[in-house]
Structure formats: C-alpha cells, structure tokens
C-alpha cells in the first residue's frame, strides 16, 4: 500500500514509539585532577531495557542546560573548570543504563574540578518491532 | 479547544509524533560485504526504497539478546556502531569487524526533508500488530523544522516551551547523509574524515535549543524535532 507521510499525524498503518516511565538518578563531578591524571564519575540506573530503546538525557544544575547524550560520545553539558578533557561511555545491560564521564586533565599542574550535580533522565520506548 | 496538560494525554491530534516507515531487523558477519571508512569503521548498507533519507534510530547487539543503543560508544574506541541514511540505504558503521552484528533499525519519515509530498510503502514488520496503545504514552513533538549550519559557530533554535524540552536532531555529517548528533573532536570515534565531515552537539535550555557545530565551510541541514517533557 502506497501513503503520503507528510499529510497525515495519526495513522493507524504507521507504527509508534510507546513511551515507558522515566528513570531519574543524579551524578555528581567534584575533586580535583592530578597533572596527567584521569578521574572517572558513573552511575547506574535500574531500567527495564527488555525490548525497548533509551533516551539518556543529562541536565547540568549549574548551568540548566540539558543534552541528549545516548546518541553521542560527547558529554555535552559538562562544565569545564580548565582545558581537561571530557569523554563519555554509556553501557547497557539487561536492566541497566550505566553513564561513566571520564575527565582528564593534560596540564601540568593538578586541577580543581568545575562542582556540578547532573541530573540524568532515562526515557524508554517500546520498539514496534 | 485547550489543551490544559498535555502530557497527561496519550494520544492528541494537536501534536505530531514520529512516523515510522520502516522497520528492519536482522544480523550480518562485518567482515564480509563491509566497506571501510578512514581504515578503522566497518559499513553495511541495507537498501532502502524511500527515495530520499529517514531518521535511523539503531538497536544492535553482538549476542543477538543483550542491545546497546546506536551511537553511543559501549567500550571507549573499541565497541560501538551508528546508524545513518542517505537516498537509497541507511548504513550501519561498526567498530567491530569480527563475529556477528544484530540490529534493529526503526526509520522514522523527515518531514521537512524537502517540499515534495512522495508516496512510499512502508517497510514494516507484520509480526508487531500493536501500534497505538491508548494505555502508554506517546513522544509527542511540539515542533519540527529544518536550518543550515556551515563551519564553525553556534546556532539557537527557539522553542519557547520555559523548561527543557526532549530534543533531537538529525544533520548532514557529510552532505546528502543523514546522521545522529555526534561531537567530540579527537574523541568522536564517528568522525573518520576530518575534511569534509561536521560535528555537531545540541544543548537544550528552557528557551531555546543551541547548535554547536565545527566542520567545513559548505552548508550543512539539521533536522530536528523537540519533543514535550
């Protein structure tokens, strides 16, 4: 069967993402960094990935600011103190998302990190599939 | 008529929510039938009949039961894969190229993509008879548009919502493909052609969603669509 996509909103021929419950956790990026060093913040949230597929968003309390991280390899919204470098990981288990944000610091001098709570949101969907 | 709280309603004409048209769902060897970007991504193109690119939203596996997300690493530089599309396949890119890659993909239709209303078959998958559920919620989009980036700079799109809404977009890394989000400069493992691919990253706040993009000169589209909170 052939369709126009453009003109229609709902159409029962279409299939849909079902929306789960949100999962909410925060992270919080404090201490310093040794020169050279490299400090690691994670944590672990307890979501039922049995068939779905997540949004990880993470909003930074100092700055409002929130990004979508689960299609990306850049933490976005974190503040930097310096010229340290910030990389991301996010794992996935049967039941569990878990955002790991390694910072180091490629100074010659140890560094105080930028204070920050980061709020992450996990937002499954049911795949029609 | 008003529309007081919608999030509470699952379903309303008011709002567009993504079409999916397409649905694919199977495995393949990477190291067979795979091309290579910049000697180190491993490519599998999977022929589409839309005529023109999709948002490909990626599900993969290398055990055909534990799924990770497209486009976020899962080990650092060694394991991860991305899906992007262009006018006649959507592609899958791996770090992998040994074993077995499962995927689920589901490719939602881009609206704004151009003025031209074609008529497509949706690839779909008969096994799933549930496509609207009055009971679950839906990702409803509050508004849906198109703009050009080029070089290096930032770019606010306004939502006007007063919070911070869901967000996402859709660029051409790399003109005539369309691809997640990614960023991350030395680190973006997705970034193997440092001429003419662009990064770009989206920070959401409560008035606006900002650009940040770094690449080549020539004008780039980004797709994207902010979704009530």
């Known amino acids: 069967m052939s369709i126009k996509p453009d003109r229609i909103q709902f159409f029962s021929q279409l299939p849909n993402y079902i929306q789960l419950d949100t999962v909410r956790d925060t992270m919080v990026i404090s201490g310093s960094v040794g020169a050279g060093a490299t400090s690691t913040f994670s944590k672990t949230l307890t979501v039922d990935r049995n068939n779905t597929k997540s949004d990880v968003y993470a909003t930074n309390g100092n700055t409002g600011l929130k990004a979508l991280i689960s299609s990306c390899n850049f933490p976005a919204v974190y ?9 991301q990981v996010i794992s996935y288990g049967t039941n569990s998302v878990t955002v790991a944000w390694s910072i180091t610091n490629n100074t010659g001098a ?3 990190l930028t204070a920050q709570t980061i709020t992450l949101d996990v937002i499954p969907y049911r795949l029609p599939i | ?8 309603a699952a379903l309303a004409t008011a709002y567009l929510v993504d079409k999916v048209v397409g649905i694919y769902r199977d495995s393949y060897a990477p190291g067979v039938g795979t091309s290579v970007l910049g000697g180190y991504l491993y490519q599998k193109a999977i022929p589409h009949p839309f005529g023109r690119p999709v948002f490909a939203e990626l599900s993969w596996s290398k055990d055909g039961s534990s799924y990770f997300d497209g486009g976020s690493n899962v080990s650092a530089a060694t394991s991860g894969a991305i899906a992007y599309s262009d006018s006649s396949n959507i592609y899958i890119t791996t770090l992998e190229n040994t074993g077995t890659i499962y995927y689920k993909l589901v490719c939602s239709w881009i609206d704004d993509y151009d003025t031209t209303e074609p008529s497509i078959t949706p690839v779909l998958n008969t096994a799933s008879g549930l496509y609207f559920d009055s009971r679950k919620n839906y990702p409803k989009i509050d508004r849906h548009g198109v703009t050009t980036i080029s070089g290096t700079g930032t770019k606010a799109i306004t939502h006007g919502l007063g919070y911070a809404p869901g967000f996402k977009g859709y660029f051409e ?14 680190s973006d493992v997705w970034l193997y052609d440092f001429v003419n691919q662009m990064e770009c990253y989206a920070l959401i706040g409560t008035t606006d969603v ?19 909170a």
């Open chain 2, 210 to 228: 900002t650009l940040n993009f770094t690449g080549p000169a020539s004008s780039r589209r980004v797709w994207y669509r902010t979704y009530l």
């Open chain 2, 173 to 186: 890394s790399i003109s005539g493909q369309v691809w997640p989000l990614i960023a991350g400069g030395t």
């Open chain 1, 110 to 112: 140890p560094i105080a």
């Open chain 2, 1 to 8: 008529m008003s529309f007081l709280d919608p999030q509470n």
């Open chain 1, 79 to 87: 503040q930097f103190a310096s010229v340290e470098r910030a990389v």
